[in-house]
């Protein structure tokens, strides 16, 4: 028998939304000499100069930042590209690395209540997910890891397989969400689970 969570991968990524200075011109009378002109010139020149190296008396300016979209607090800004901040060590040796984004607010979702979740959209992808006490799916922990073009599962935990002698416990400890618990390869119930930990510093 083969368990799939697509259901939960699609309410929990329905929770993440998911970014001059004035110059003064005045003109010399008409009885000007050349000599003067050849100076003015001259002084011009050198003051053109300094201020296109820095020497000059001039300040530089920079134009204010702006504040980046996605940054103003209502939605969760996305970490910088190859920024890591999550990770999940399987006790076979294997490892994944992950940006994710987090919602670490409960709030309502597709009729449920969701506690806290994390959502990678690297190649693999990494969904978090913990459901909470109200809606249609409630207590329900997840963890899924899964290819990214074909959507096709990599590696699953639930709470919903407690039964079946696989499990995972998700715990959220200020902005850090840690899970440990049995994984199994392709979300495949048959095979043998793969004890693991995840950890996201959202």
Sequence with gaps: MRLRLVPFLVI????????????????????????????ATDAAATTAADES????????????????????????????AGDVNATLTLANGESYEFSVLCSLEPQIAAGSE??????????????ITQFGDEGQVTGLATVSVYDATTYDSLWEASSIYDALGGTIELSLNGSTITGVGAFF??????????????????
């Design 185 to 202: 390869p392709a979300g495949d119930i048959d095979a043998d689970p793969v004890d693991g930990e995840v950890v996201a510093n959202c």
């Design 114 to 127: 969701i506690l806290f979740t994390a959502t990678s959209y690297d190649d693999p992808s990494l969904d």
């Design 53 to 80: 190296t820095g020497d000059g008396d001039t300040e530089d300016t920079a134009a204010p930042a702006t504040e980046a979209p996605g940054d103003d607090g209502d939605q969760p800004a996305a970490p910088p």
């Design 12 to 39: 929990a990524g329905l929770t993440i939304a998911a970014c001059g200075s004035d110059s003064d011109s005045s003109s010399g009378g008409s009885g000007t000499t050349p000599d003067a002109t050849s100076a």
